[in-house]
């Protein structure tokens, strides 16, 4: 199985000409929490997909609807929204499989990262606000509109043409607006109303959709489409990162556990055991190739690299995740044991400064920046419930990579369930 990190020839990406290129862990970190640099990613969908989302907005706008967002991703709300809609959807899943044709060793094979999907789509409506998901055919249309969509939010990354799949995130976009975000919005609007009757807001959904519509600080005010860009930038951004994030995740993982099969035993021994994999595989998963800044101001990092007003820098996570100073000597490798003493165990994965993922909570089981958590986040989570169905990667069929884009992602994985 070939799961090498790639590194790409990036002078050959029209969209880093011009950028200067940095890969520091130290100098990414700065740059990050730096107030002289502003996000300027999203270059090709800024005016269109993404315009005016809180990803690509600095400043008092972006810190007050970060604070209001942060109110979603709490302990209490996490474990909530993890037994309410991630275990029992995964389990749902995997007995709509168990009832699938069986091979003649009587396991059942399936395609990861489809499946994955089933999975994932129903913990991300319960986040954005998104309703309306519960029969098979509106699950298969709303994955489908997200997939559309979340390719347009990356056509920066695309090694096609990024405007002609903008145009088609903007179709999907349209079949979401009538069939799911109208009717969410206009069943939130009735609640709400009644809740202001009553004089008693304390029962309406918790989601993002609910909280920008009875948000009154004017974090939110903006052309008519504000919130339907809100809310499906988050339907993908809680869906294919962790998506992308959990195929890798298996992936390292089978690996690992093929060269050292005595740790498989871990998986259901030690609680510890999956949440340190996980944290790993993260600091080696990255949800978009680079990261972009442009200076605001002339500035000397604390390296002594110059860079002036108006440049643009492109930051690249996989080599500063990877330097061998801040993860030991074997920092390119996947290592579920891996003890980065005085380090954020999964590096830049989440970013960092006033940008910095407001899903991580979500993702990594709580808000410690440590890892240290006896609560399972979605990766581990689910990755649970596969292994106990007894996961094994199909080694007669290698995974297939998306060949679109400069990401490393996986179009189809083949794996079989042998508990199930
Ligand atoms: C494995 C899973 C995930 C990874 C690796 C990831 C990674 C990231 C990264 C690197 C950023 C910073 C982008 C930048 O600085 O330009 C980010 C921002 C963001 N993420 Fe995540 N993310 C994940 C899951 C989630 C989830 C589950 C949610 C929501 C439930 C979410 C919502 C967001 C939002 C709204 C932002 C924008 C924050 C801002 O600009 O202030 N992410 N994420």
Redesign the pocket.
């Known amino acids: 199985m070939d799961i090498i990190l790639e590194s790409p020839d990036y002078s050959k990406v029209p969209t880093l000409a011009g950028v200067t290129l940095i890969e520091d862990y130290d100098e990414c970190a700065e740059v990050?929490r730096s107030k002289a640099f502003l996000?300027s990613?999203y270059r090709i969908n800024k005016e269109t997909l993404m315009k005016d989302v809180?990803?690509t907005l600095d400043g008092e706008r972006?810190m007050k609807r970060?604070r209001a967002?942060a109110r979603l991703f709490d302990d209490h709300k996490i474990a909530f929204l993890r037994e309410q809609y991630l275990v029992p959807v995964t389990q749902h899943s995997l007995n709509e499989v168990a009832a699938m044709k069986r091979e003649a060793d009587g396991s059942i094979e399936v395609d990861l990262v489809a499946f994955i999907q089933r999975c994932l789509f129903r913990i991300g409506a319960a986040?954005a606000g998104v309703d309306g998901t519960e029969t098979p055919e509106a699950a298969d249309a709303l994955i489908r509109q997200v997939i559309a969509i979340s390719d347009g939010l990356v056509a920066d990354w695309a090694r096609d043409d990024g405007g002609a799949i903008v145009r088609k995130g903007e179709e999907a976009r349209e079949e979401f607006r009538t069939q799911f975000y109208n009717p969410s919005r206009a069943r939130r609007q009735k609640l709400i109303d009644e809740a202001r009757a009553k004089g008693d807001m304390s029962g309406l959904p918790q989601d993002g959709m609910t909280l920008m519509m009875t948000n009154t600080d004017g974090s939110w005010a903006g052309d008519e489409d504000l919130l339907l860009r809100e809310t499906y930038?988050?339907m993908v951004?809680?869906t294919q990162?962790?998506a992308n994030?959990l195929t890798w995740f298996i992936l390292r993982l089978e690996d690992w556990l093929k060269k050292h099969p005595e740790d498989r035993r871990l998986i259901a021994e030690d609680p510890e055991f999956l949440r340190r994999a996980a944290y790993d595989s993260?600091r080696l998963?990255i949800?978009?190739p680079w990261?972009m800044r442009t200076a605001i101001e002339d500035v000397t990092l604390a390296s002594g690299r110059a860079i002036k007003k108006g440049e643009d820098v492109a930051l690249f996570f996989i080599p500063a995740n990877t330097q061998e100073d801040h993860f030991g000597a074997d920092a390119k490798d996947f290592n579920p044991h891996r003890k980065a003493e005085g380090q954020v165990p999964w590096g830049h994965?989440?970013?960092g400064g006033?940008?910095?993922?407001?899903?991580?909570p979500?993702?990594t089981g709580s808000r410690s920046l440590q890892g240290t958590t006896t609560a399972d986040g979605?990766?581990v989570s689910t990755t649970r419930l596969f292994y106990a169905a007894g996961l094994e990667i199909d080694a007669s069929s290698p995974p297939v990579r998306d060949s679109g884009t400069w990401f490393t992602i996986y179009k189809s994985v083949p794996v079989r369930f042998t508990k199930l």
């Open positions: 990050l996000q990613g809180l990803i972006h970060r967002l986040v930038v988050f951004a809680s990162t962790t994030a993260l998963t949800t978009a990261r994965a989440f970013g006033v940008h910095m993922c407001v899903g991580r979500l993702v979605t990766l």
